[in-house]
């Protein structure tokens, strides 16, 4: 993993974006946006991943491949709808197992895009009501193991004057101190 500031820049979302120099940021600064991060091996990651999801409650369970092969049809739509701004009512896990890519978080109060490059053994909490948006980078492809606690709640809301009177977000906001 690696978390930098996000150049603004026009151009390819798959682009790496970053600031020249570039503008790191720190594990100490995703987690006071409430942002989490662990590191995890992939070479016999079951039982570490089985461990902190009984401790943090992550009940189920499953894997998404973001790639032409995996989405189909639904491929252009779905990269589309990843990169939109947007916040759910649930935490978003993921936890990488091939490939690679880009989950963008908002810094509040700045609303600066900061850019998590995320790898194999790489597993990210997103909180739920921070505005974030994904995309691939280059090359195309990422395998992800996505947990949640009970149901999922996939539902993207796209970031609006409505997503801004959320409750999750209002709690979001509350509880990083803002
Ligand atoms: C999401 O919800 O944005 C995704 O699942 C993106 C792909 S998972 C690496
Ligand atoms: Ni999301």
Do not use: C
Not at 63 to 90: A, R
Not at 129 to 156: C, Q, S, V
């Amino acid at each position: 993993m690696r978390a930098y500031y996000y150049d603004n820049l026009p151009g390819d979302q798959r682009l790496p974006h970053d600031y020249i120099p570039s503008r790191p940021v720190s594990l100490e600064k995703l987690s006071t946006l409430g942002v989490k991060y662990w590191t995890i091996p992939v070479a016999g990651y079951e039982a570490e991943v089985d461990r902190i999801a009984a401790r943090e409650g992550y009940k189920n369970r499953d894997t998404i491949n973001v790639s032409k092969e995996g989405l189909g049809d639904l491929y252009e739509t779905k990269i589309k709808g990843f990169f939109e701004e947007h916040m759910h009512e649930d935490e978003e896990i993921r936890y990488i197992l091939d490939g690679s890519g880009f989950f963008d978080v908002r810094e509040t109060p700045s609303d600066a895009w900061i850019r998590i490059a995320v790898a194999p053994g790489d597993l990210l909490v997103i909180p739920e009501g921070i505005y974030h948006r994904f995309t691939l980078d280059e090359a195309n492809n990422i395998k992800a193991l996505r947990l949640f606690k009970d149901e999922p709640k996939w539902i993207p809301y796209n970031r609006s004057t409505d997503t801004d009177l959320n409750p999750h977000r209002i709690e979001y906001l509350r509880s990083i101190g803002v």
